[in-house]
Structure formats: C-alpha cells, structure tokens
C-alpha cells in the first residue's frame, strides 16, 4: 500500500539552504502554503552546501522516490522545491537531477517559476520550459563566475555592449535598433521629422514600427492609448509614447533647456501592479554598514520577468506602509526595471508589526542611528558583510578594475578567510586560489595578473575604490588632482577639502573621518608596502580660466563640445550646461540657439572659438635680453 490515491499526487517538497547560519523558514513557509497536503514525512530539508550532490537528505527523498515507484510503478509523485537553484549551484548538474526525477515520472515544480508557465496542463510544453530555464541559469552561473552579470533588462544590455572594447563581444550579442532621429545629411534639406523618419527607412535603417502623423492633440493622445494598449503584444520592451513637433522650423523656435528639447513630450505609461504574499522581511548589510530591509514574496510574473524581492529601504518605510510577514502586498517595476512595494492591500491573519534587528545580523555588533539619517547602520569595523562588500566595491570597473572578481569569487575569498580586507588580495597566492569552486591554474594566473596590474591605477581609482562615505568616482578625481598624493590627502583638514570646487561641508567631513578611522592607517599602510600606486599622475589643471564659469553652445569649427569643455575644465574653469548671471562667457558657434539669446539678453560677453583658444593659449615663453653693443 502506498499513500496514492488514484489520479491524485502524492505530495513531495525539498528545501535547502547553503549554510548551517540560514534559516530553512522562508522556504518552509513558502512551501507549506502552495502544498497545504504534504505530509511531514515526505518533506525533506539540508542545510548543506549544493555544491555536491551527496547531500543526506536529498539522498533520502531519492530514496524514498525509488521506494515508491518500485512498489507502484503508476503512482502519481509531485515534487515541490521553492527554488531552481535549491538542487545545487552547478546548472550543468541541476539538470541532470530534473531529467533524473522526470525519469522516474515525478511532476517537479519550482515556486520561483510562475505557474502559468509549467501549469499541468501543457503537458510537455511545462517541461520544455523548465529545460530552458535550467539552460538561461546555467547561461547566468557562467557569465557571474567570469564576472559577467547577468543583463537585468534590454537597457542594461544595450548600454553593457556598446561600452565594451572588444567589438566581436558586441557583434555577438545580437543587438537591434530603431533610429528615431536624423540630425544632418550633405545636400539634402528637410522641413518635416516625418520626412527625415521615411528618409531614414528608404536607406533600409530600422525606425519604429508604429509613427504617424496628426494635426490635433486629441488623436495624438488617442493613439498614445492604442499603443498602451497593444503594449504586451509587442517584441519589444517599451514604457511610454512621445509627441514631438513636426515642423523643423518650429522646433528651431522653440528650442531646449539644458537637458530637455521644447517641442517634444514623453508619456509614461502607468507600471503594472501585481499583489503577493510577503513570506519574509531579509535583512542585509552593505559595504558602508547600513541595514537594508527586503521583502521576499511568493513569485509574480511582473513586466516580463519573475519577481519575488523588492527593497523595502528603511524602517521609516516599513512602518509608514506598515508592512508585515504574511501581509497581502501590492508591487509593481519603478521605470518597469525596479521592483517596488507601493502599499500593503489587506495584513494577513495573525500578522504582527515588524521592526527591524538591534544588532547586526552579520556580525552581532549593536546597530545606531547616526544623526540626520534613516538607516540603521553596523559600525564595527570587521563585520564579515560590510567586507565583503568593500572587497566588490573595490575590485569593480570603476575602482580599481580587477577583472575577474566578481560577487561569486569575493564571496568565497570571504568565506574561506583568504580575504579580510582590501589589502590581503595583494597577498594571495596561486596555490589559495587553486582551493576555491571552478579555479583552475589559467583562472589564478589571469586573476593574479589582474591584481597586479592594478598596482598601477591612477590615485582617483584608489581613493574611489577605498569606499569612502558620499565620494563617488568624479569627487575621488577631484581629491586625487588637487592633493596629489595620498599622503597629503589623508592629512587634509575638512577646510582644505572645503575649498575644492563642488565640494560641501558633509563632503569633506566624510573623507576627514574616513582617514581618521582606526585600521585606515594600517590599511594604506599595506597596500602601500604591496606596491599600490599612492601618487597622482596626470596633468595638472592651467589658471588661464580659473574662476570662470562657460557655457559653449552651437556648433564650433574645429572643436566639439566635449572637447571645448574639456578645455574649460583643465584649464581651471567650470563648464556649465546653462546661462546666469554668474556665467563669464557663453562660446558660440554655428546654430546657436536659446543660450545665445539668453546670454544676449543678461548681457554675458560672447566668444568664438578663436578668441577661446587665445584664451587657453600658453603665455610665449619670455626671450631673454640682449645687451646693446656699445
């Protein structure tokens, strides 16, 4: 006897988290509520690492499945496991293990693939796409081990390829465009954007699908709606429509503001908005130490994707929505990119307030409240999270750029206590980097390359890197260039700091008491002993310009408008993308247009190129004297 009914499951689950300081409560919860008949006995949990599949009680539900299948060869066995990634992080070999219990004749399900995907009634089709899913994961296990992540959404994409060196890498990756404006073209006279658009198709570039033209508001804005409409048919993500003016002559007349065109105006379309289950409140700690709150919910498939965490930011926020585990929650994509809580739709039975942890859950240390801020925040400086994070700040392309460390390989470095801090990466060695996951003696030697050629960063890299509090990577080339060496950098008062251009009071006291941190000392210390570039190299800025504020407008003869504002910058003075009364110059060129008139109007003097080069010109060197023959 078994305990099948006929044409009914007997029910089956599987829950594992991958190290023994997790709590197994999240997936019980979620489990538990979309499988209210299984039986204590036939659910199995490991707090085990799912890098080998010798796990005790996954071995036990393999067992138990044989068991029943030999007795009952026609029994109907439904496995429920919460997450894909719950039968080990090797992809390769989590497929194995779902062709192993398909075998066998057991319905297998994940609770983070949606339902309507793998419901039982496509049949097979249910099972093709848990094939493909199982390869799109194994495609992203790979791309986050070469630290490649994942792209999150066809912008990321788009932007990620156009950015890399390697032209084949962005030839691989299969990019398509639409041309949505046509800015000159030698011999040929436009009066319409219309005419440019059919212009731009007749060369056989791809414009948008769906543009037309209309001479009221009305049915423009009518067929904004249509598009919405038909927004779920479409091959394309999109998140909005825009109107723009037809005449060029026009849109000449109406001009720009400093970011925004006069003659066009985009409509956003409302995010769509999908309710779960909170079945957990997570709590994490970053690299500054603060404590993020996030909801983790049952799975919703949200604006094209599977969405089942979204940040919950603060303890202000928590409490003003009053979100609590077991709460109905409504969600929805900010930008349909971001997953957001909007509000709480009905508090579940029995919830009660949820208030966040008094101490660090990484390290145990008490949590505060420093002044004027929300956040809680861990301030002990060897908490094991915050590490971590240093470790993938510092490493990223905008720090210090060691190609090769990515999330995954921090962790481990972590984890095994290869790492501590920034400095112990200059330590490593060959034979360390041999004992972590999927490194062979190639993989070590690249990544050991890529650690010491980032000895050779510039100062910025290494300032930015350091993850100082309210310093990005422009204020860090700003510290780098005006103090020229670490040294006198880490001596600086906030005064001195205070005086760089574009620099503020809350600017200056974090780097003050950043440097004055105890172990930041012996931190650079060491880095310095391993070799790490402490020195600014680069040219220093001219005067020619200083204290000068310009705004370059139009298009000039020889320089573009990068160009002339580079200029500007290295020679002292501020460029600035709009006119006061505070601006010097304006520089004008061909086309010129609302800042021109502006600065007429103010009564800013205007320049061309020609007298900005005089400006930024070297002074000639002073000819020596000769004295007069007498």
Same mark, same amino acid.
């Given at each position: 006897?078994?305990?099948?009914?006929?044409?009914?499951?007997?029910?089956?689950?599987?829950?594992?988290?991958?190290?023994?300081?997790?709590?197994?409560?999240?997936?019980?919860?979620?489990?538990?509520?979309?499988?209210?008949?299984?039986?204590?006995?036939?659910?199995?949990?490991?707090?085990?690492?799912?890098?080998?599949?010798?796990?005790?009680?996954?071995?036990?539900?393999?067992?138990?499945?044989?068991?029943?299948?030999?007795?009952?060869?026609?029994?109907?066995?439904?496995?429920?496991?919460?997450?894909?990634?719950?039968?080990?992080?090797?992809?390769?070999?989590?497929?194995?293990?779902?062709?192993?219990?398909?075998?066998?004749?057991?319905?297998?399900?994940?609770?983070?693939?949606?339902?309507?995907?793998?419901?039982?009634?496509?049949?097979?089709?249910?099972?093709?796409?848990?094939?493909?899913?199982?390869?799109?994961?194994?495609?992203?296990?790979?791309?986050?081990?070469?630290?490649?992540?994942?792209?999150?959404?066809?912008?990321?994409?788009?932007?990620?390829?156009?950015?890399?060196?390697?032209?084949?890498?962005?030839?691989?990756?299969?990019?398509?465009?639409?041309?949505?404006?046509?800015?000159?073209?030698?011999?040929?006279?436009?009066?319409?954007?219309?005419?440019?658009?059919?212009?731009?198709?007749?060369?056989?570039?791809?414009?948008?699908?769906?543009?037309?033209?209309?001479?009221?508001?009305?049915?423009?804005?009518?067929?904004?709606?249509?598009?919405?409409?038909?927004?779920?048919?479409?091959?394309?993500?999109?998140?909005?429509?825009?109107?723009?003016?037809?005449?060029?002559?026009?849109?000449?007349?109406?001009?720009?503001?400093?970011?925004?065109?006069?003659?066009?105006?985009?409509?956003?379309?409302?995010?769509?908005?999908?309710?779960?289950?909170?079945?957990?409140?997570?709590?994490?700690?970053?690299?500054?130490?603060?404590?993020?709150?996030?909801?983790?919910?049952?799975?919703?498939?949200?604006?094209?994707?599977?969405?089942?965490?979204?940040?919950?930011?603060?303890?202000?926020?928590?409490?003003?929505?009053?979100?609590?585990?077991?709460?109905?929650?409504?969600?929805?994509?900010?930008?349909?990119?971001?997953?957001?809580?909007?509000?709480?739709?009905?508090?579940?039975?029995?919830?009660?307030?949820?208030?966040?942890?008094?101490?660090?859950?990484?390290?145990?240390?008490?949590?505060?409240?420093?002044?004027?801020?929300?956040?809680?925040?861990?301030?002990?400086?060897?908490?094991?999270?915050?590490?971590?994070?240093?470790?993938?700040?510092?490493?990223?392309?905008?720090?210090?750029?060691?190609?090769?460390?990515?999330?995954?390989?921090?962790?481990?470095?972590?984890?095994?206590?290869?790492?501590?801090?920034?400095?112990?990466?200059?330590?490593?060695?060959?034979?360390?980097?041999?004992?972590?996951?999927?490194?062979?003696? #190639?993989? +070590?030697?690249? =990544?050991?390359? @890529?650690? !010491?050629? &980032? *000895?050779?960063?510039?100062?910025?890299? /290494?300032?930015?890197?350091?993850?100082?509090?309210?310093?990005?990577?422009?204020?860090?080339?700003?510290?780098?260039?005006?103090?020229?060496?670490?040294?006198?950098?880490?001596?600086?008062?906030?005064?001195?700091?205070?005086?760089?251009?574009?620099?503020?009071?809350?600017?200056?006291?974090?780097?003050?008491?950043?440097?004055?941190?105890?172990?930041?000392?012996?931190?650079?210390?060491?880095?310095?002993?391993?070799?790490?570039?402490?020195?600014?190299?680069?040219?220093?800025?001219?005067?020619?310009?200083?204290?000068?504020?310009?705004?370059?407008?139009?298009?000039?003869?020889?320089?573009?408008?990068?160009?002339?504002?580079?200029?500007?910058?290295?020679?002292?003075?501020?460029?600035?993308?709009?006119?006061?009364? #505070?601006? +010097?110059?304006? =520089?004008?060129? @061909?086309? !010129?247009? &609302? *800042?021109?008139?502006?600065?007429?109007? /103010?009564?800013?003097?205007?320049?061309?190129?020609?007298?900005?080069?005089?400006?930024?010109?070297?002074?000639?060197?002073?000819?020596?004297?000769?004295?007069?023959?007498?």
């Amino acid at each position: 006897m078994t305990d099948a009914v006929e044409n009914q499951y007997v029910e089956m689950a599987y829950a594992r988290v991958s190290s023994k300081n997790q709590t197994l409560a999240r997936q019980e919860a979620s489990i538990l509520n979309a499988v209210p008949d299984l039986k204590a006995k036939y659910f199995y949990k490991d707090k085990w690492t799912g890098k080998e599949f010798d796990r005790p009680e996954y071995t036990r539900l393999k067992e138990k499945v044989e068991e029943l299948t030999e007795v009952n060869p026609n029994i109907n066995l439904r496995l429920t496991v919460h997450e894909l990634d719950r039968l080990g992080r090797d992809y390769k070999e989590i497929q194995k293990e779902v062709y192993w219990f398909r075998a066998r004749g057991v319905k297998i399900r994940f609770l983070d693939i949606p339902e309507q995907l793998i419901s039982e009634t496509l049949g097979i089709a249910g099972d093709m796409i848990i094939d493909i899913i199982v390869l799109v994961k194994a495609f992203q296990a790979e791309q986050e081990l070469e630290d490649k992540t994942p792209f999150k959404n066809p912008r990321n994409a788009a932007a990620g390829s156009l950015r890399q060196k390697d032209a084949k890498i962005t030839a691989a990756r299969g990019l398509s465009i639409f041309v949505f404006n046509l800015q000159q073209v030698e011999g040929k006279t436009f009066t319409t954007h219309s005419e440019t658009l059919d212009y731009i198709k007749s060369l056989g570039f791809p414009v948008s699908p769906r543009y037309n033209v209309y001479t009221n508001i009305e049915d423009a804005i009518a067929e904004i709606q249509r598009i919405g409409e038909a927004r779920g048919t479409l091959d394309f993500d999109m998140d909005g429509a825009v109107i723009k003016v037809n005449d060029l002559t026009a849109r000449q007349a109406l001009g720009s503001t400093n970011k925004f065109p006069r003659w066009a105006i985009a409509f956003k379309y409302p995010p769509e908005v999908k309710e779960s289950t909170v079945r957990d409140i997570e709590v994490t700690v970053g690299r500054t130490g603060v404590l993020t709150p996030t909801a983790v919910f049952d799975p919703i498939f949200l604006a094209g994707t599977s969405v089942s965490r979204a940040n919950l930011h603060n303890e202000d926020i928590i409490e003003a929505m009053d979100v609590r585990i077991g709460d109905t929650i409504q969600v929805r994509k900010a930008g349909d990119i971001i997953p957001e809580v909007i509000g709480v739709a009905r508090h579940g039975e029995n919830s009660v307030p949820y208030h966040m942890p008094r101490v660090c859950p990484s390290c145990g240390a008490p949590v505060v409240h420093l002044q004027d801020e929300a956040a809680l925040r861990c301030v002990n400086p060897e908490c094991p999270a915050q590490s971590l994070r240093n470790l993938i700040h510092f490493a990223s392309r905008t720090a210090m750029a060691i190609d090769g460390l990515g999330e995954a390989i921090a962790q481990q470095l972590i984890d095994r206590q290869l790492v501590h801090s920034v400095a112990d990466l200059y330590d490593l060695t060959k034979d360390q980097l041999l004992t972590l996951d999927k490194f062979k003696a #190639k993989s +070590a030697e690249n =990544l050991l390359k @890529a650690i !010491a050629s &980032s *000895k050779q960063n510039n100062l910025d890299k /290494l300032v930015f890197g350091l993850g100082i509090r309210n310093i990005g990577d422009k204020a860090a080339a700003l510290l780098a260039e005006h103090f020229g060496s670490m040294d006198a950098l880490r001596n600086a008062a906030a005064e001195d700091i205070s005086s760089i251009d574009g620099f503020g009071g809350v600017m200056a006291q974090s780097v003050v008491e950043f440097f004055a941190k105890d172990g930041t000392a012996d931190l650079l210390h060491r880095l310095a002993d391993a070799g790490v570039n402490m020195q600014w190299h680069g040219e220093k800025k001219g005067t020619a310009l200083a204290g000068m504020t310009i705004v370059v407008t139009g298009t000039l003869p020889t320089l573009s408008r990068q160009e002339a504002e580079a200029m500007i910058v290295q020679n002292g003075g501020k460029a600035s993308g709009s006119v006061s009364k #505070k601006t +010097a110059y304006v =520089l004008a060129g @061909a086309a !010129a247009g &609302s *800042k021109l008139t502006k600065a007429q109007t /103010l009564g800013i003097p205007v320049i061309d190129e020609a007298e900005f080069l005089r400006m930024v010109a070297p002074a000639p060197a002073e000819q020596p004297k000769l004295e007069e023959e007498t």
